[in-house]
């Protein structure tokens, strides 16, 4: 890849006169050697599918297999049809479409891991309901896509983006980034405008910890897709308005990587702390470890001893 | 760079709700299944260590590894019903929890049996759904399952490993990484190499045919799994 910082990107993009995703297509292509049209379309699979989960979760069944959620992006959808809402009609449609999709995944539906399967509600949230709104193509979304990936790519390599090595700030912090940085760029922003976006979204989800209940990914991971989704549409906003970041991104993405390497074991995704250690989140932590008896398959010689450990 | 590419931060499309508690779980399955290289297993035990025996219901982990030892792959919508497939396809599972303090927070063990066939095989799920194998057959051995695989038992002699890496070279296929674990001097061994391309059936028995290798099995998790 010619970039490496969020800073190169946005230059490499003024100087090219292209936009984040089309230089993330670019470089994806001379990476693998692969046809860009074939890059192109895996990627818009993938926003077919996130579309898919945003249906799914709206209209089917999300109970998890814990049982602890699901439902949530209905109720939501629902009271946004009826009711005046508080946050207002266009950012509760992104919050409905982000609980919709990670309550998908809790219940063991089809997603796109954005940048985790943990944070995949952010990206589809922002992208479905902004598509909705302002009429997008597919193609325009796949763009986005690159353009969200391209920015994931940088936070990736110098911070990190998974909750068990730098906290929540690391999972959907980074999506709210990177959607934000997207939704500035389809929306026609330059990319230094995307780049600031970056750095005000992530800035905002500093210090988040990982601390989800029972070690499922469902309390508090799915209401913060939801939260997400509005963070990334206020960051874009803020971008789009001219709001800069004056700590640049790059910096930002530096100042994560430091929090989260100082963040202890026992917030970092292994429900020794946080949510998961609070009087409510022990109790149904320890309702599930009742339930979690080794498993015995009907078929008839399965109970055989397999021979030394 | 951690990370290589877009894929890797887009993606993988998969069945939730984990990318290391479940489709990494898949990978694992789905590596053991070609390791054993007789298709799907009569009987299969899966033992699960740390945090994979602790909330191995909720993330479904038991059913993405059944899914894996059918051949799924990460976003086959077969996972959450991969108990009632594992059936029809007439083959046992069992599930149990072990304890090792040493091993990685989400680790499983895999003994799976096919006629006289039978395999042991263990791994961990690093995050991401990113995988790392670490045994074998007790051979203790590191691969990724991300590249096609070779994996050649053999016995341990000298010249070995120069007959292999000839044979890959008329082949120009291009090896990546390399480990050889070895029971004893002279004895059992094991090698296995992650190569740049697909493996054809012709290069592997070609490589059957060098003295002293025993069997060659080859994990190519880049095919799609079964229609």
């Given at each position: 890849?010619?970039?490496?910082?969020?800073?190169?990107?946005?230059?490499?993009?003024?100087?090219?006169?292209?936009?984040?995703?089309?230089?993330?297509?670019?470089?994806?292509?001379?990476?693998?050697?692969?046809?860009?049209?074939?890059?192109?379309?895996?990627?818009?699979?993938?926003?077919?599918?996130?579309?898919?989960?945003?249906?799914?979760?709206?209209?089917?069944?999300?109970?998890?297999?814990?049982?602890?959620?699901?439902?949530?992006?209905?109720?939501?959808?629902?009271?946004?049809?009826?009711?005046?809402?508080?946050?207002?009609?266009?950012?509760?449609?992104?919050?409905?479409?982000?609980?919709?999709?990670?309550?998908?995944?809790?219940?063991?539906?089809?997603?796109?891991?954005?940048?985790?399967?943990?944070?995949?509600?952010?990206?589809?949230?922002?992208?479905?309901?902004?598509?909705?709104?302002?009429?997008?193509?597919?193609?325009?979304?796949?763009?986005?896509?690159?353009?969200?990936?391209?920015?994931?790519?940088?936070?990736?390599?110098?911070?990190?983006?998974?909750?068990?090595?730098?906290?929540?700030?690391?999972?959907?912090?980074?999506?709210?980034?990177?959607?934000?940085?997207?939704?500035?760029?389809?929306?026609?922003?330059?990319?230094?405008?995307?780049?600031?976006?970056?750095?005000?979204?992530?800035?905002?989800?500093?210090?988040?910890?990982?601390?989800?209940?029972?070690?499922?990914?469902?309390?508090?991971?799915?209401?913060?897709?939801?939260?997400?989704?509005?963070?990334?549409?206020?960051?874009?906003?803020?971008?789009?308005?001219?709001?800069?970041?004056?700590?640049?991104?790059?910096?930002?993405?530096?100042?994560?990587?430091?929090?989260?390497?100082?963040?202890?074991?026992?917030?970092?995704?292994?429900?020794?702390?946080?949510?998961?250690?609070?009087?409510?989140?022990?109790?149904?932590?320890?309702?599930?470890?009742?339930?979690?008896?080794?498993?015995?398959?009907?078929?008839?010689?399965a109970g055989q001893p397999g021979g030394e450990e | 760079m951690r990370f290589k590419d877009v894929f890797s931060i887009i993606g993988p499309a998969m069945v939730g709700p984990s990318s290391s508690h479940t489709a990494g779980a898949v990978r694992i399955g789905r590596v053991a299944r070609q390791l054993l290289g007789a298709g799907t297993p009569e009987r299969a035990i899966v033992t699960f260590y740390g945090s994979f025996a602790d909330t191995y219901q909720g993330h479904g982990t038991d059913l993405a590894v059944i899914a894996g030892l059918l051949d799924c792959d990460t976003d086959d919508s077969r996972i959450p019903h991969s108990r009632e497939e594992a059936e029809k396809a007439g083959m046992a599972v069992e599930f149990r929890i072990g304890v090792n303090p040493l091993y990685h927070p989400n680790t499983v063990r895999l003994e799976l049996f096919k006629g006289e066939r039978r395999l042991t095989a263990a791994g961990s799920s690093i995050g991401g759904g990113n995988v790392e194998m670490f045994s074998v057959d007790g051979f203790d051995v590191k691969f990724t399952g991300m590249y096609p695989t070779l994996v050649l038992y053999h016995r341990d002699r000298p010249g070995m490993i120069a007959d292999v890496a000839e044979l890959l070279r008329r082949h120009h296929l291009n090896i990546g990484s390399m480990d050889v674990d070895r029971k004893a001097r002279s004895g059992d061994a094991l090698t296995v190499m992650e190569v740049d391309s697909p493996v054809s059936e012709e290069i592997a028995g070609d490589l059957g045919r060098i003295s002293e290798v025993r069997d060659v099995r080859t994990i190519d998790l880049t095919k799609r799994g079964r229609p």
């Open positions: 890849m010619r970039f490496s910082t969020i800073q190169e990107l946005a230059g490499l993009c003024e100087e090219e006169g292209l936009t984040l995703g089309e230089i993330m297509l670019q470089e994806q292509a001379r990476e693998s050697g692969e046809d860009p049209r074939h890059i192109h379309s895996r990627m818009a699979g993938y926003y077919s599918v996130m579309k898919e989960a945003v249906r799914k979760g709206l209209t089917e069944d999300t109970r998890s297999r814990s049982g602890l959620t699901g439902g949530d992006a209905r109720r939501v959808k629902s009271y946004l049809d009826s009711d005046p809402t508080s946050a207002g009609g266009i950012a509760c449609t992104a919050m409905a479409y982000a609980l919709a999709v990670s309550e998908v995944n809790a219940s063991m539906g089809r997603i796109v891991a954005t940048p985790t399967a943990g944070s995949c509600g952010v990206i589809p949230g922002v992208f479905v309901s902004a598509q909705e709104r302002f009429g997008w193509d597919d193609d325009h979304m796949t763009r986005g896509l690159f353009a969200a990936g391209a920015i994931g790519y940088v936070i990736a390599n110098h911070s990190f983006v998974s909750g068990a090595e730098g906290g929540c700030q690391a999972e959907i912090g980074s999506a709210i980034a990177m959607a934000a940085g997207a939704m500035t760029e389809m929306r026609g922003g330059r990319p230094s405008q995307a780049a600031h976006a970056v750095g005000l979204a992530l800035k905002n989800s500093l210090g988040l910890i990982c601390d989800p209940v029972g070690g499922l990914v469902e309390v508090p991971c799915i209401v913060r897709n939801g939260f997400g989704a509005v963070t990334a549409l206020a960051a874009s906003d803020m971008a789009l308005a001219g709001v800069r970041s004056v700590i640049p991104s790059d910096e930002v993405i530096q100042v994560m990587l430091e929090v989260g390497s100082a963040m202890p074991e026992k917030h970092r995704e292994t429900a020794k702390g946080g949510l998961a250690q609070t009087p409510t989140g022990r109790a149904i932590m320890e309702e599930l470890k009742q339930r979690n008896t080794p498993y015995r398959s009907r078929a008839k010689d | -």
